[in-house]
């Protein structure tokens, strides 16, 4: 997946975010690759949010951390996403509640809220000044699906004390998204958007200010389990006393492990010329994000320049489609039938993981190394927590990486060799029952 899209060492030119991060304050120049034989206290393969997060942290509490990202830092679905920061986790209360019992499912809940905290505070840093705009519109496709979103948004009113959420009918609904294809759902004011690429280059400068070695064009080729750990690339070899294995969808064959439980699968987004304010108005009320309830989830937002970013459609092999603006411009076009004369002028795709369970996959591979990823389109949030939880972990306190690492992760069906092409026959059934 490193290369099947993608140049070598390069942010996708295609990604609006590349364009309009180079168009503010210019790209970062890169960073040298590693050379040689090195030694650390942490070594992080990835340099997404999990990675940033936790060298960051890390190197905060003192640790000598080296960083390694195969291309740039950002450059995977952590610089790619729809941007939406979510509360929570990715599963719903009533669902966890289910799986793990109430005093877990309060916990989880607990930490989704920090994490968006976490967002924001980070997001203010002076070296990441990342706006955060607040609100997200959880949209249901289906008559159904109403009453238990506004029992949900009860639910968490009453049951977690948390009153930033009001759910919405169908004229509510209709007042804040300029469509007749939703028929009620909620507006999370205690969540909202940024720009994600912008915020990893960000952490990217707090971890390097902080004391952690960032290395790009560096991509681990073996990782020998012991103490310490040895991992080598083209040109170096690290020995590091823990490791954080923070690939998510790009793992490839690292960890064979971990691959068995979070899978790659892409995702597409299109961006539109800059729209005037009272369209913009006229589509999404207030600067709101919106998500809706399909399977196969559509999600759209403003850009900072009033550009509708439009996500939808997925894919399960390796490539992605020739025409990314075609297959993400018909879902736009069932929403916003008015747009179809509106230019697209970006359109791009991106690798994320998955699980089965749709939760992240926090795990111990040893006694000295971590594994972090599958955060199955909810990762703005918990990954940047989830380097936070890391090394609090790495530093002897891992009650709260413990707590998500408890929440069941369960294999694919056929392991490694056939979790795609099973995952494509389950996936095209959920695209179809989205439709009827």
Known sequence: MLTANDEAGAYPPACYYVAHSAAR???????????????????????????LSAALHLAERG????????????????????????????????TLERLTGHQTARALWDLGLEAVGLVKTLARR?????????????????????????????????????????????AGIRALVGTDAYFGGTLDRGAGHIDPLSF?????????????????????????????????????????????????????????T???????????????EPLEAAVRASLI???????????????FRFSEEGRLLFGGAESYGAR????????????????????????????????????MSRMPHFARLSGNALALGGYS?????????????????IAGQAGRFDIMASVPVPRFPGGVALRQPLLTLAMVWFSLRDRL
């Open 126 to 170: 002076p070296e990441v000044n990342t706006p955060f705009h607040p609100g997200i519109i959880h949209a249901d496709h289906r008559a159904r699906f109403v009453p238990d979103s506004l029992a949900y948004a009860e639910k968490l009113r009453s049951e977690y004390g948390y009153d930033r959420i009001e759910g919405l009918d169908r």
């Open 285 to 299: 009320a207030d600067n709101h994000a919106v998500a809706d309830s399909r399977f196969v989830v559509n999600y």
């Open 63 to 94: 640790y000598a951390v080296i960083l390694l990202e195969a291309h740039r830092v950002g450059f995977g679905a952590s610089g790619r996403n729809g941007g939406q920061v979510g509360t929570g986790q990715r599963r719903d209360q009533d």
């Open 258 to 272: 971990v691959a068995a439980r979070v899978m790659p699968i892409n995702n597409f987004i299109i961006a539109t």
């Open 200 to 256: 990893a280059l960000g952490l990217s400068r707090l971890a390097r200010a902080a004391g952690a070695r960032v290395f790009e064009r560096s991509r681990v080729t073996s990782i020998t389990a012991g103490t310490p750990v040895v991992l080598q690339t083209e040109t170096a070899r690290i020995r590091a006393g823990h490791l954080v294995l923070a690939c998510n969808g790009y793992l490839g064959r690292l960890n064979r």
């Open 320 to 355: 992605f489609p020739k025409d990314i603006a075609a297959k993400v411009r018909k879902p736009m076009l069932k929403i916003f039938p008015r747009l179809a004369g509106t230019r697209i002028d970006y359109a791009w795709g991106g690798t994320l993981g998955i699980t």
């Open 377 to 393: 389109g909810h990762g703005v949030a918990m990954a940047t927590l989830g380097g936070k939880l890391a090394a609090e972990a």
């Open 25 to 51: 304050a210019g790209l970062p120049p890169p960073m040298p690759p590693a050379v040689g034989d090195m030694r650390c206290d942490v070594c992080i393969v990835g340099g997404g949010f999990t990675g």
